[in-house]
């Protein structure tokens, strides 16, 4: 390091470790308990959600772009934006003679069915009512009353991001054949993480499980960048919803960054093979003031995280899809 960067308190955000090999790391498995993962998992799922789901990213739903349309515990739901922006949904169905909505136009802000122009501006028409939706600048929420069976909130519960503007957001979405707490059991887990995703995660310790007063997992872990060059940082997980669980950068390089894991069920409870959508949200920030190039690129680096994002959950749909299937038959050691 040069005497000017010593003077500016200036450090490196990489870190170069000593060369090690997968199978020579401690193992994990007497720390991640069956029944500690089970109770974290129960205080989460006892959480309000305010019947309030995640639909996708709010950049998918654009003012004068096609409308947006998503399945959510079997009920089909449409989103579109009005010319000023303003976000409206609804059920998916035309109330004419049912015509998917997700595939009709928008034109000057209404919603025009291509079966026979019937137009929906988003109040409520012939049995056709909206349902309440809100943009949180990164995801779309729907409120699914008949869906989610609890006493409704006005608005979702958003977890908290970085300032706005001060990030680059992306925004993942896959599918898998499981329910959303097999999605949330996983991202409860984070002892799999240097096993069973050693390119992206090395040395990593769980400092502090949850308890009962305070349910949080702080994780000490180094993110894998190239060879043996990693960016150590010290995080922790929560659970503010029954079907969202949050990782937060709380020091290192990166502190304040967001991973935002959404679970939203596709079809219904009783589904005999349930699919379940993960809409994962990473806000990154930093406060390097070389991070303002990063905002600028974002448009470029936005495919790059969409892509890191779906190379871990390849193995971590995986991950709950078998959960799910063991569960079915009676067979999840949990």
Request: aromatic letters at 8%.
């Amino acid at each position: 390091m040069s005497d000017r960067a010593e003077r500016a308190g200036w450090t490196p955000p990489l870190r170069r470790r000593r060369r090690s090999y997968w199978a020579t790391q401690t193992p994990t498995w007497r720390e991640a308990r069956p029944a500690l993962i089970a109770d974290a998992l129960k205080r989460a799922s006892a959480r309000r959600s305010g019947n309030w789901f995640v639909v996708g990213a709010s950049r998918d739903v654009r003012a004068g772009g096609r409308p947006y349309g998503r399945t959510v515990g079997g009920v089909e739901v449409v989103l579109w934006r009005s010319d000023t922006g303003e976000l409206h949904a609804g059920p998916g169905a035309c109330p004419h003679l049912g015509a998917p909505l997700r595939d009709s136009r928008v034109v000057c802000g209404t919603l025009v069915c291509h079966w026979h122009g019937l137009a929906l501006d988003g109040g409520s028409f012939a049995g056709w009512d909206p349902y309440p939706a809100h943009d949180d600048g990164v995801l779309v929420w729907v409120r699914l009353d008949a869906v989610g069976g609890e006493e409704p909130l006005e608005r979702p519960v958003v977890p908290v991001r970085p300032a706005a503007g001060s990030g680059v957001d992306a925004v993942f979405t896959a599918v898998g054949w499981c329910e959303p707490q097999d999605v949330v059991a996983n991202r409860l887990d984070p002892w799999h993480g240097s096993w069973f995703h050693p390119y992206s995660f090395v040395d990593l310790t769980v400092v502090r499980p949850p308890t009962d007063e305070d349910d949080t997992f702080v994780v000490d872990v180094s993110f894998r960048v190239t060879g043996r060059l990693v960016v150590p940082v010290r995080a922790e997980f929560t659970a503010p919803g029954p079907r969202t669980v949050v990782m937060r950068i709380t020091e290192g390089e990166g502190a304040t960054s967001v991973v935002e894991t959404h679970a939203t069920p596709l079809t219904r409870e009783a589904d005999e093979r349930p699919r379940t959508a993960v809409v994962e949200a990473v806000v990154a920030a930093s406060g390097r003031r070389g991070f303002a190039l990063a905002r600028a690129a974002a448009p470029v680096l936005r495919p790059l995280m969409r892509r890191t994002a779906g190379r871990l959950w390849r193995d971590d749909l995986a991950y709950a899809e078998r959960r799910w299937a063991l569960r079915r038959t009676g067979r999840f050691p949990g």
